[in-house]
T-cell receptor, first 115, second 112 residues
């Protein structure tokens, strides 16, 4: 069964809109979740590490004020793309990891299209 | 910059054959290695993980790791058309608090 639930699966909205994406860990408590972005025909690029109860850690070049991450509980992390523009259109995927050197399990992804 | 390299392909194999996918990495401190399969338009799904040198088998899949040579491979036996996908190699970033670096993926096409 699914380990991670990500919602919504697809969003189409106008430029300037803010979009919130939810990622839920279903099988275990996740102190750490990851947010990735994938452009067409490219690999996954890590955007940020979401840490329960503390601030997210962003990768170099990712604007923390544009991509707001909240990890308020051990099973839920949210990514909000603020004032989205067409260049933010991409496939956003979250992952959860159980701990130690365990593999990451991915949500189904959210395809974001900004008109 | 920690790198993970894969041949982008496409790698075409006939149905029933063995598909061999390779990956090299630069971070000598990496201890954990993962293979994911990604169908077009979908998110990655875990195929296998390996931590120790040697082979690890799971059904039709075998992962091989050689830390001295810094490569990891995935063999798919009795390839099926449903195996056609992009295969992503992911390597743990040493000291990276569970973060991994993904390769660009190898596209596999299994010809019926």
């Amino acid at each position: 069964g699914a380990v991670v639930s990500q919602h919504p699966s697809r969003v189409i909205c106008k430029s300037g809109t803010s979009v919130k994406i939810e990622c839920r860990s279903l099988d275990f408590q996740a102190t750490t979740m990851f947010w990735y972005r994938q452009f067409p025909k490219q690999s996954l690029m890590l955007m940020a590490t979401s840490n329960e109860g503390s601030k997210a850690t962003y990768e170099q070049g990712v604007e923390k004020d544009k991509f707001l991450i909240n990890h308020a509980s051990l099973t839920l992390s949210t990514l909000t793309v603020t004032s989205a523009h067409p260049e933010d259109s991409s496939f956003y995927i979250c992952s959860v990891v159980g701990g130690g050197n365990q593999p990451q399990h991915f949500g189904d992804g959210t395809r974001l299209s900004i008109l | 910059q920690k790198e993970v390299e894969q041949n982008s392909g496409p790698l075409s194999v006939p149905e029933g054959a063995i598909a061999s996918l390779n990956c090299t990495y630069s971070d000598r401190g990496s201890q954990s290695f993962f293979w994911y399969r990604q169908y077009s338009g979908k998110s990655p799904e875990l195929i296998m993980f390996i931590y120790s040198n040697g082979d690890k088998e799971d059904g039709r899949f075998t992962a091989q790791l050689n830390k001295a040579s810094q490569y990891v491979s995935l063999l798919i036996r009795d390839s099926q058309p449903s195996d056609s996908a992009t295969y992503l190699c992911a390597v743990e970033i040493s000291g990276g608090y569970q973060k991994v670096t993904f390769g660009t993926g190898t596209k596999l096409q299994v010809i019926p």
